[in-house]
């Protein structure tokens, strides 16, 4: 990696860094004084501070992924997906505090020389110091979101270590869980015209959960390309199977099954 994007970024992750520390003393100060309007003049110091910073990494484009995990911090929504507009200023707090982490990781992804998709970080253009775009705003959990984001980028890693049995592991996981996600939203009444069984979804096999996500035109058909393996990915338990088995899990088989993760993706979060 260039020097100068090197530098680039840890600026930038010293910075985010020192937001975040002083997000958490908002909360803290929100908690023990949230009426003074003091505290609030800080509040709203602070956060304007870090509309700036999240403008400058995503280049100033609304649509970056960046952009927009800012903008729904502030656009808290109900169970039904109705926004709700009585909404604390500490619960803004904690979100914000949200994206900057989930700015950082991607931050610090990039400064260990790889982006979200493996490959080596370039540095022939200065706007390569922000975040790249591929993120999963479009999950609905906010919990979920850094948590499938740092999957993803393990996934990455993992394939670009030869580790394809970790890397196809981890990428069904995403899958399943955005998947999942997707159908909770949709809601049991609306799935069961689309021939969702009885019972909870998280009690749904993996692959009926991606028919049932098909049949209800949540995703398409890309998960036909799913590998064997793949589909039975929750009997390889990495504690318990000797090397032979893992060996099982070839390269195409892992990078076949991350195609397939950015179909549906796509096919969930149709303007990425």
């Given amino acids: 990696m260039d020097e100068n994007l090197r530098a680039q970024l840890h600026t930038y992750l010293a910075h985010l860094d020192g937001l ?4 958490h003393q ?20 602070w956060q304007e501070e870090c509309g700036v910073t999240i403008n400058q ?3 100033g484009s609304k649509a970056h992924w960046l952009a927009r995990a800012f903008s729904e911090a502030f656009l808290i929504r109900s169970a039904s997906g109705n926004a709700v507009t009585a909404v604390s200023p500490a619960e803004l707090v904690k979100r914000t505090i949200g994206v900057l982490e989930q700015a950082v990781a991607s931050l610090a992804g990039m400064n260990e020389g790889r982006d979200d998709s493996g490959s080596s970080a370039s540095s022939s253009s200065g706007s390569s110091a922000a975040p790249p775009p591929r993120r999963f705003e479009f999950v609905h959990s906010l919990e979920l979101r850094p948590i499938v984001e740092q999957a993803y980028i393990d996934s990455r890693r ?20 955005i998947v999942t996600d997707a159908l909770e939203f949709k809601g049991l009444p609306a799935l069961a015209t689309s021939g969702a069984p009885v019972g909870k979804i998280a009690d749904w096999a993996f692959e009926t959960r991606l028919a049932v996500a098909e049949s209800a035109g ?14 039975a990915y929750r009997d390889h338990d ?16 892992a990078r076949q099954t991350g195609q397939v993760l950015h179909v549906v993706m796509r096919d969930l979060d149709p303007g990425r």
């Fill in 26 to 45: 908002v909360l803290r100060t929100l908690a023990s004084d949230p009426s003074n309007p003091a505290t609030m003049a800080a509040t709203r110091t």
């Fill in 158 to 177: 993992a394939i670009e270590q030869g580790n394809y049995d970790l890397a196809l592991r981890t990428s069904c996981g995403i899958l399943e869980t």
């Fill in 218 to 231: 949540l995703i398409r058909g890309g998960c036909a390309r799913l590998p064997a393996v793949a589909r």
């Fill in 20 to 23: 975040i520390r002083r997000g």
């Fill in 57 to 59: 990494l995503s280049g």
């Fill in 238 to 253: 990495i504690a318990n199977v000797d090397s032979a088995r893992r060996a099982t899990v070839s390269e195409r088989d």
